[in-house]
Each structure stands twice: as C-alpha cells, then as structure tokens.
C-alpha cells in the first residue's frame, strides 16, 4: 500500500490532462525541451512522417499514379526547399501527457490538408474551410462523446466546446467508446484526450464542472460565440436553460435521444420565436421549472422525449424505470447513429444546406422490418350479435301470462332505469324485449365477450344488477315484478318479468333506492382518507343482504388494506399482460377521446378513470402490442403492481359481497345486491368504486385449471388467492360478487355513456 500510495496521487493529478504539448524542432527551446522529454525511457514514438509526406505528395497530384521510387524522390526534394537539416525537423512531434506517448506529424496545415482529403468531394474545398472557422459547444458527454467524436474525425469546427460534470463509471462502458483505465476520470477529460488523439489541433474548452447558470455565458461565448450547440445533458433545468442562451445568442440547436433515430433541430438563429422542444414546455419557464419534484419534471421528460413515439423498447425501459433497472438505458449501436446523425445535421446546418426546424426519425427498425402474425385467435370466439328474431324466437318458447298490457312510454321508462345498471368496462351486455305482456331480458354476448367475463360470471352480475333497477322503477309506480331466471335452455335468456299490480309494495323503501338510479356513478379518485361511521356501513350491509343469502365483509384495518391493494395491483398487472385481457382493455374498454366515446356508446373515457398525466402516458405505452411481448419475455411490468395500493390504502373501507355458491343465479342475485348497496351508498355520499380484477382471475385457477394463464401467472394467482383467503374467509366454491372500495368524496360526477334505447330495447305486444 505505501509503494502505491505516490503512484496513485501521481496519477490522480494527472487526470484532468487533456491538452497535448507541441514541438517543433527547428526551435532552438523545443528542441532542448524534446531532447530532455525522450530521455526518459518510458516515452513512446510514433514516427511515420516520411508516410505522411508521401500522402501529401500523392492528394496533390491525385491524377499521377507514383511508383515508391518516385515518392522518395519527390519527398527528397520537397524537403530541399524547405532548407530543413533532418526529416526528424520537418513537421511537429505531439506529446500526449497521459499516455506518455509521442507522435511526429505534419504541421497543421498540411495535417488538415492530408486528414481531410477523402473527405472530396463530399465537403468541397471551400466547404471545408468554412467549417474551419466554426465553433461547437456540446453539453452532456455519454452521448456527447461520441457526437464529438463523430464532428471531430469529419473536422467540421476549429473548436470544440464540452462540458459534463460526471465520472466514467463501469456502468456508462456499454455506450462510451473509451479504455477501463479511464474509470473515474472526468467525461469531459476522456472524450478531449480522444478528440485530441484524432485531432491534435482542434482547439477543446473543457468545462469540467458541466453547464451551471454561472457559466452557462462563458460556455456559449468564451473568446468567440459558438456557431451551433448540441445539447445531450440529462437534466431538465440545464436543457431548458441552454436552450434560452441558445434563443437570446440565436444560436442553432440540435438533440438526438438514441432511440429511433430521433433528432431535434430548433433554428434560433433563424426564428428567434421559435417555441423551445417545439411547443412541448408551453405554460412554463425556467424558474418554475427547478421548482418542480422529480416526479412533475418526469413529465415534462416525456414530452421531451416523445416517450409514446419512442420505440417499444424504450417504451418497455420507461415503465421498468426504478422497477427492474435503475436508470434509462442506452445502447451503443443507438449511440453511433445518433452521433452519426448529428454530425450529418450539424455539417449542413453550419454550411446553410439545412434551414428547417422539428423533429425528424431514422428508425432502422422500421426501415429493416418484418411483418409481424399477431395471435388474436380469441377472437373467433365472439358471438353475433343477437337480432330481434333471435329474440322473439326464445321469448316464443315461455308461456304466455295473463297480464296487463304496459304502455310503450311506461316500457321505455323501465328499461331506461335498467340500463343505468353498471357493467364491466361499461360494456352494456343486455338487450330487453317487450312482447305478450312481458319483459325479457337477454344476454348480448358479443358486447360482453371478454377475459374477464370468465363462465359469464361478470356479465350476470350486471345483468342482476339492471333487474334490480327495473324491479325499483317498478315499485316506483307502485307495481310488482315476477322474475323468473333462465325460463329456456338457452342461456342467452336471462329473465322473464311480468309487471303485477296487485300485492303489497314497499314504495317508501324503493323510493329511496329509485332516487339514486341516475345519480350513480364510479369514483376512481384518491382522496385522503376519512372514516366512515360504523352506522353507514351497517346500513350498506342491511341494504345488501336485504337480497336472501348475500353476504357483506368490510375491511378497514390498513395492513390488511395493503395486501388487498397488492392483490388488485398484481391482478390488473396479470390482466394488462394476457394477451386477451389486453386487447379486452385498450380495444373495448378505454376510449381515448370524447368522440371515440361517444361514437361507439360503450367503454369508458380515459378521464373516467382519474388519472395524472403521467399514469395516462404510460397507459397509452402499455397499449402497444409490442411493448406488452417484451414486458412478457422477461416477466416484467411490475410498475402495475403497486397502482392500486394508494387508492386501497386511501379507502375508508374495502367491502366484499358474496353469495353462498358458483351458480348463475347466485350471480344475477348478487348483482342485484350490490346495485342495492351502490345506490345506499350514492343517498349516503359515500364514494363506491369496484375493484373486481381478483375476482375475474380466481375462477379462471378454481374453476378453469388456470385457463389461458401461463405458468407465472397460475403461480402468482395461487399465492394470491392464500392471501385473499387470510383476509377474506371462505369457500373457494362461493360466489365472489364484487370487491369494492368506499370513501368520502368530494364534489362532482361522471356518469358512463349509454348506447341509445333503441339499440337495447325492442317493444312488441302482437
């Protein structure tokens, strides 16, 4: 340790050395000086400056093919009329400090002459020398380094301004182009060390420190302004602020993101009101900007970014960000051709053969492509839509009953009612027919065909539940329904209901319930927590289990509502990564825009679902098909396990209902006792939000043998089901109704769109 300890302070004074040291030996002092330097025996040399000048002589005359014999005479008299006593004088020897490592060259002149020849006639002669008096500052060197790289081999400046704070550490080796013995060392200092090894006469500033609002000025402006800057830094206050100087200097900007190719140009010095990022940081300035937490400035990223424009891998390490990895990963091959690129950019710009702003993709992979066979073979299984003689036909095969016969506008009013009943992702799975003086309800499967409607189990629930505001609305009017399940073998009939005037009517009870029909809604908000009074819960559960045989649990206590969170979270993760429950969300649940809503009656907006921007962002990234395989190839999207926690833990109660077995009745009645409980809690202003994805995953492991799970996911499921179990006691052959978070809410509703009655309601009374 003692015989390492100077070496190791030695070098460490040594690792901010980035300049090379020049000699030319027809100095008298440099001469002394190079004589003294090459007594030391650990110095190296390169020496191939008879090569060189051969090189020169040969791009002068590049018509001429020369013999070496005609080289060696042509460089014999060269050097005549130079009067130089030695070829070791001709030219310059350049010390590179760091490596202990001398190389003798042509002088700058006839270095640039030589280096830039194969450049002809690409970048013309008068082209070259224009690019000779540019000068470029670059902020950020992971990507920085090899964009300076890139700039420098072309030689399209005089001067190359670079600045990062950081360190080479192991990790940024899969990207940067550099020796494991500059681990530790300043990036700034690595990448004007290689620039100079290529270079030795491109003038570096390096500013050591990265780019603060103390130096920014200095960095754009030190001895002459810059002709054009390239901005790879990652931070967001930094990216903004340059782009400021950049604007008030009118000075050109260029970023490149290392995913699709994707570059940015913003020509200040062309449009000096050119919005920054395109428009994208709208609404805000700099001085908000360091305000913000982390997580408002990840938006702010994205949008930079183009996060649901990058490619589905980059889509994938977004949402792994801080689950799976650590940080954003990048790929040297991205590195390359965004350096690549922005070199290319940054020539034209400078030599005025670009002039346009925005943001433009050369996306390899979508140029060298493959067509993709995407599996949706469950869609086959979606039924055709019932019609009104489908209809007709099976309500033909029950019994006539000696009834009243009801108006159509009394009808109308009762189905109404029905269908304000909720459903799974708001997919309305009911038809109604009115003929010989009864009502009948139908299942509609091809709206309701999905992952989670597993043995039809959801759908009956909503289906229990638009009976149970029928039967409401009816005793509203002071009328009685009959209600018979399945009258048919064919399941797609429900029910049959015939109106009754006679009996007695509870119509003061009803009429509390009835009230509410269309003020209900689902409140997915995370609000703070409040309690709820034991009363108004034992009133939820009187009004539930007023249905014979319903159950109600309530949990409150918070370790518990954190397992539950964790079940929900992992079941909606398992359903977003099933290649069924995936398509079921993002094709016939969620509707991006209002008129997407609108236009089709069904599913649910995307502001439904009380989302931040961010969360919606990432939505939209898990919509991709693409991104999804990924995720599943290594078992990730683990970022979905924990978003139903908060709203969990923020809950006052979580509640769940059941019934006493798995059959189809015990579901349509379960419906019924939950729309009950609903309606209670919207007359008691208490918050009503189903969480039921645990619910649609256990029957499919009970009951299915794990149906169109893969292994994982039936792993997963088994433990989670003994977690549910701990909390939630019971039969595995009961009937799991609807597991529902209740809070206090706020003000405010957003009621779910609904088909037109006309597509749900057939009138007939032959």
């Known amino acids: 340790e003692n015989l390492l300890n100077p070496i190791i302070e030695n070098s460490a004074n040594e690792n901010w050395l980035f300049e090379p040291v020049f000699f030319r030996l027809k100095i008298c002092d440099d001469k002394a000086a190079f004589i003294k330097l090459i007594s030391d025996k650990k110095i190296k040399i390169t020496d191939t400056i008879y090569e060189q000048l051969c090189e020169l002589i040969s791009s002068r005359f590049p018509s001429k093919t020369f013999t070496a014999e005609d080289l060696k005479t042509q460089v014999e008299l060269y050097l005549k009329d130079t009067s130089l006593t030695s070829l070791y004088e001709y030219g310059v020897w350049v010390f590179y400090p760091w490596n202990k490592h001398i190389v003798h060259l042509l002088d700058k002149d ?63 080796c899969n990207r940067i182009k550099t020796s494991l013995q500059n681990l530790g060392l300043n990036k700034t200092v690595i990448a004007a060390r290689s620039i100079s090894e290529t270079n030795p006469f491109i003038k570096i500033k390096c500013f050591t420190k990265g780019i603060t609002e ?61 919005p920054y990022f395109h428009g994208l940081f709208e609404g805000i300035n700099y001085q908000d900007l360091k305000q913000l937490s982390k997580e408002k400035k990840l938006g702010y990223i994205l949008k930079i970014v183009g996060a649901l424009k990058t490619s589905p891998r980059a889509k994938v390490s977004l949402l792994e960000l801080n689950q799976t990895i650590s940080s954003y990963p990048q790929l040297a091959s991205s590195i390359f051709l965004g350096s ?98 009864s009502f009948f309800l139908f299942h509609e499967r091809n709206r309701s065909y999905s992952f989670g409607d597993y043995n039809n189990r959801a759908s009956y629930i909503s289906l229990g539940a638009a009976i149970e505001n029928f039967i409401l609305t009816a005793q509203h009017h002071s009328c009685n329904a009959e209600i018979e399940y399945f009258p048919i073998n064919d399941k797609r009939l429900i029910a049959k209901l015939t109106l009754k005037t006679s009996g007695k009517v509870n119509e003061q009870s009803a009429n509390k319930l009835y009230e509410n029909i269309y003020k209900r809604y689902t409140n997915r908000k995370i609000l703070p927590k409040q309690i709820i009074p034991e009363e108004i819960l034992n009133q939820l559960t009187q009004v539930a289990e007023a249905i014979e045989t319903a159950k109600v649990t309530w949990i409150s206590d918070e370790t518990k509502l954190i397992t539950i969170g964790k079940i929900i979270s992992a079941c909606d993760r398992m359903r977003i990564l099933q290649s069924h429950g995936h398509y079921d969300f993002f094709n016939r649940e969620i509707r991006w825009t209002k008129e997407e809503l609108l236009s ?89 939000h189903p969480m039921v994805a645990p619910l649609y995953f256990f029957p499919r492991l ?17 433990e989670l089901r003994e977690e549910f179990l701990k909390i939630f006691p019971g039969d595995n ?34």
């Open 702 to 718: 009970l009951f299915g043998n794990g149906e169109g799970l893969n292994d994982d996911m039936q792993k997963e499921l088994i």
């Open 214 to 274: 103390d130096n920014i000025d200095s960095f754009f402006s030190d001895g002459d302004m810059i002709d054009l800057l390239i901005e790879e830094c990652d931070n967001i206050d930094i990216k903004l602020l340059a782009r400021i100087t950049a604007k008030q200097n009118k000075i050109p900007v260029i970023m490149e993101t290392n995913d699709r190719g994707m570059i940015d140009i913003e020509r200040y010095d062309l449009n000096e009101n050119y």
């Open 600 to 688: 089709n009656g069904t599913g649910m907006g995307i502001d439904e679902l009380d989302l931040s921007s961010e969360n919606v962002m990432a939505l939209k990234m898990l919509s991709e098909e693409k991104v999804i395989d990924i995720l599943n190839s290594f078992n990730g999207g683990n970022i979905l396990r924990s978003v139903s926690v908060q709203s969990v833990v923020a809950a006052s109660a979580m509640c769940l209902i059941t019934m006493p077995d798995y059959s189809p009745s015990s579901f349509l009645n379960g419906g019924r006792a939950m729309q009950r409980q609903w309606l209670k809690a919207t007359e008691l202003s208490v918050a009503y």
């Open 110 to 172: 006839e270095f640039i002459e030589v280096i830039t020849n194969r450049n002809k006639q690409k970048i013309t002669t008068k082209e070259q020398s224009l690019l000779l008096t540019k000068k470029i500052g670059i902020i950020g060197m992971s990507v920085g380094q090899s964009i300076a790289s890139a700039i420098a081999i072309e030689n399209l400046c005089s001067e190359i301004r670079i600045a990062d704070f950081d360190v080479l550490e192991l990790s940024n």
């Open 340 to 437: 690549a690129l922005c070199a290319d950019t940054a020539r034209r710009i400078l030599l005025n053969h670009f002039k346009s702003s925005g943001r433009f993709y050369v996306d390899i992979e979508e140029i060298l492509n493959e067509p993709e066979n995407k599996d949706v073979s469950f869609l086959s299984g979606i039924p055709l839509p019932l019609t009104s003689e489908d209809m007709l036909r099976m309500a033909g095969e029950t019994p006539v009953v000696l009834s009243e016969k009801v108006s159509e506008e009394f009808a109308e009013e009762l189905i109404t009612a029905s269908v304000q009943a909720p459903s799974s992702g708001n997919d309305q799975p009911w038809k109604w027919l009115y003929n010989n003086n």
């Open 733 to 766: 052959l009961r009937g799991e109704i609807a597991l529902i978070r209740v809070f206090i809410p706020d003000n405010g509703m957003r009621k779910s769109v609904r088909l037109n009655i006309n597509d749900l309601f057939l009138y007939k009374n032959d």
